[in-house]
């Protein structure tokens, strides 16, 4: 087992960390508050190879292992100090680019990867619904064949970049009676006749990211704009992103939680109460070791994850279920728990929304709502401890 980070590897840790703080950073607070997307942040990121971070050269990408994607992904929060720009850089690269370049033809690959590693075209990813959340294989999003399209109809919920994507990978159902061996997965692009952005949906957190409702009425997709085998949609894209979302979009969180016991640490030791820095009191240090604690066993998690994929990263391997769910429960839960400690050692200035801070908090509490909540994952948990099976 090899826990080294070599020269190169920290290099594009700094590089993709520099970048969030000169690029992203600054304006951070205005697009919090005014609820602003930014293209030309999106653009930037592009330029510096972060948005095509995984995918091969040959479609544009950067080609770094999900190791590495973990870590430039890690280095630009921690240097952007942005949840929400994070949030939409991993629904279109991990949670759209991945299905495509994993499961995608050769001509859907050529369509879509450089584009989106340019930053010319954002991706989207839709499975949830109004009445399907954690029970996504209960969705009622259809798909019919007819001639050589499929025609969809239904209503996806919370779909992160919905208002700006070019495109959309959606699950819908294709044979009622089979449940999750019923759905299969489509590339829609927001060209294609009856496709629709429904409402936009105003949030407490990751407010520089944009989120809506979107919409089929008898939305026709052309039947090669099938990914994967029909049928085999959910379970397949749902097994193959399990692995990169338990790394590559969880990474983020531990540079946002370094961002935060750094900004505490120094906090702690600038500001003086008693005629001595806070930082000489014991309570304040327990809080601030915690949060390094946190760090590193979340770190190591996410890791394991990420070794995991780059060892089988094949479509159809198994996903290190157990191990992401562990992965993702500890993150999310260390991300709440160290934004509320931050802003308990900065004090009355942590609840104000100039030091970052409580903005930090609310960007993380939706980490343990998306991609599957933390009941969902502590049963999965349980379920491998009590030998049920899954
Ligand atoms: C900001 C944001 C961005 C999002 N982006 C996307 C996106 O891009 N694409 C997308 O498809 N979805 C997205 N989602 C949706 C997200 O994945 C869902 O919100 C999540 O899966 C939970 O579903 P739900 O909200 O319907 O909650 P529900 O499933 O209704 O859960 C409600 C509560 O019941 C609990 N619960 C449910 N079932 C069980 C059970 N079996 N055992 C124990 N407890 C249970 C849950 O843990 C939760 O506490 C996003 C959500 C948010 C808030």
């Known amino acids: 087992m090899d826990f080294s980070i070599s020269a190169e590897q920290h290099s594009l840790y700094e590089a993709a960390r520099e970048l969030g703080a000169r690029e992203v ?40 292992s999900a190791f590495e994607t973990c870590l430039v992904k890690e280095g630009f929060t921690y240097g952007a100090h942005d949840g929400g720009v994070s949030l939409a850089w991993g629904a279109s690269s991990i949670l759209c680019g991945v299905p495509i370049w994993k499961l995608g033809t050769e001509a859907h690959k050529k369509r879509y990867l450089p584009k989106m590693c340019s930053g010319e075209w954002i991706g989207a990813f839709c499975l949830s619904e109004p009445g399907s959340g954690s029970d996504a294989a209960s969705m009622k999003t259809r798909a ?8 969809l109809n239904g209503t996806k919920m919370w779909i992160t970049n919905g208002p700006i994507a070019n495109h959309f990978i959606v699950t819908a159902v294709t044979d009622p009676e089979a449940r999750a061996f019923g759905i299969s997965t489509f590339i829609v692009d927001k060209s294609f006749p009856g496709f629709k952005v429904g409402q936009h949906i105003e949030k407490m957190g990751m407010n520089t990211s944009t989120t809506s409702e979107i919409i089929f009425e008898d939305c026709e997709v052309p039947e090669e704009n099938l990914l994967g085998e029909l049928n085999a949609g959910f379970v397949v894209t749902a097994k193959l992103i399990l692995g990169w979302e338990r790394s590559c979009l969880l990474a983020p969180a531990l540079g946002g939680q370094r961002a935060n016991y750094e900004a505490a640490a120094k906090y702690a030791n600038d500001r003086v109460q008693f005629n001595r820095p806070i930082s000489k009191f014991q309570a304040i240090r327990h809080m601030i070791a915690d949060m390094k604690i946190r760090y590193e066993i979340g770190r190591n998690l996410i890791h394991r994850v990420a070794w995991h994929l780059d060892a089988h990263g094949g479509a159809d391997d198994a996903p290190p279920l157990l191990e992401a769910a562990i992965a993702k429960v500890q993150t999310s839960e260390s991300s709440q728990k160290t934004a509320r400690d931050t802003i308990q050692v900065f004090g009355g200035v942590g609840f104000t929304k100039e030091y970052h801070v409580e903005r930090s908090l609310r960007d993380s509490l939706v980490g343990t709502i ?19 099976g899954f």
């Open 370 to 388: 998306g991609a599957g909540t933390s009941e969902i994952q502590r049963s999965i948990i349980a379920r491998s401890v009590l030998e049920l």
């Open 144 to 151: 019919v064949k007819k001639g050589d399209r499929y025609i």
């Open 25 to 64: 950073q600054p304006s951070v607070l205005e697009r919090d508050k005014s609820e602003r997307w930014d293209d030309g942040i999106w653009k930037k990121m592009a330029a510096g190879g972060l948005i095509g971070a995984p995918f091969p050269e040959e479609y544009g990408g950067a080609g770094l």
